[in-house]
């Protein structure tokens, strides 16, 4: 899997200033593209998002912003403001390489946290978007490597619908407001969505994002460091969920699939998610798996209960459903202990199993 850090970032800024430092001669007061701000406030604009992004790694704040901000007041000229872009990029790659893959730190949207890979996705995504405003308003051309647009569209905007083919950078544009896909309509108002975190006691269930679950559905890992035996088939299957999902523009992060990481190593047990989005019922089918080296500790019981308890909080989602073999009994005490009551049986590929539901 292509690793999403600050190569990325180096490689966004550096392509970016480049284009841009080759129309430094003009004038950057004039508007750029269809923002209100002009050429020049936009390229501040980058520059302090970069430093902005570093700044949560490094201080790793939970609950705000670290509260600065840089002031290119002092910049003389164009090509002042892109020394200053070169500078700030090359302190946000060099957070994203320093930081742990576990820290999270503070950003609003959509679920109040971003690790190394998401700060990096929104700092590259930053560059790319308004390089593209600055260029069209300095009536300059730019278009950013389809790999770096790639990487982005599928870490932070899992909702997105992929466009067949290798056109990825007409679909950040469309993404993000700027531009144009046939059968969409024009976007308004956009976001992105960094990959959600359930806290459990001795684990966190961390959201696959498109680019992990298409590599550990093609047999890698995921980014994830595995315990001995991991990850299962069942994992890889889920997976393959997410990426159909994906691929079809229907994918929800919240209920999607997440990894159990294990707090104390830092190592990925097994996986457990849902089905897909709660029904017109408001039904949501919840299933999990274990690598044989992490059963019999009690794991898959305290994720399912974190994930039902955040699950059940949503206004949408009226129970959780599962089905079990009759013979698996381990995984019989899993729903039990986590609240579900057996209601029945239904006829599943591998014959007659267990119903459970978990009403909130």
């Known amino acids: 899997m292509r690793a999403m850090g600050g190569d990325q970032v180096e490689e966004a800024v550096s392509g970016a200033v480049a284009v841009l430092r080759g129309a430094a001669d003009r004038d950057w007061g004039v508007r750029a593209g269809r ?18 992004y570093a700044g949560q790694l490094a201080g790793r704040p939970t609950d705000r912003y670290v509260p600065f901000r840089i002031d290119c007041a002092t910049c003389e000229s164009p090509e002042d403001v892109l020394q200053v872009i070169e500078a700030t990029g090359a302190l946000l790659a060099a957070a994203v390489r320093t930081t ?23 700092g590259v995504t930053e560059v790319l978007v308004h390089t593209h405003d600055v260029a069209e308003g300095l009536g300059i051309a730019y278009e950013p490597p389809a790999a770096l647009c790639a990487d982005v569209l599928t870490r932070i905007f899992p909702h997105v619908r992929p466009e067949p083919g290798p056109d990825h950078w007409r679909t950040l544009l469309w993404a993000t ?94 996986a457990m998610g849902f089905h897909g989005a709660p029904d017109a019922e408001g039904r949501a089918e919840v299933g999990y798996d274990l690598a044989e080296a992490a059963r019999g500790n009690g794991y898959a019981s305290e994720a399912l209960r974190a ?24 995984s019989q005490g899993v729903v039990s202990r986590a609240g579900f009551t057996k209601v029945g049986t239904v006829t599943g590929e591998d014959g007659e199993q267990y119903a459970y539901e978990l009403r909130g």
Request: charged share 25%.
């Open 35 to 52: 923002l209100e701000w002009s050429c020049r406030r936009t390229a501040e604009h980058i520059a302090s998002d970069l430093v902005s």
């Open 307 to 330: 994930l039902s308890a955040r699950a059940l909080a949503h206004e949408d989602l009226t129970y959780l459903f599962a089905t079990v073999d009759r013979a698996n009994r381990p």
């Open 100 to 122: 742990p893959r576990e820290v999270r730190a503070f950003h609003p949207y959509p679920f109040r946290s971003a690790d190394r890979e998401g700060f990096a996705a929104m």
């Open 177 to 270: 407001g700027r531009g144009e896909l046939p059968g969409r309509a024009p976007l308004t108002s956009w976001h992105w969505s960094n990959n959600l975190v359930v806290p459990a006691e001795r684990l966190t269930l961390q959201g696959l994002t498109p680019a992990a679950a298409a590599d550990l559905r093609a047999g890698g890992t995921g980014g994830f460091v595995w315990v001995e035996g991991g990850p299962f088939q069942g994992t890889r299957d889920a997976a393959g969920m997410v990426v159909k999902a994906y691929e079809a523009g229907v994918h929800r992060p919240e209920w999607g699939t997440f990894v159990l990481v294990r707090r104390e190593d830092g190592r990925a047990l097994g």
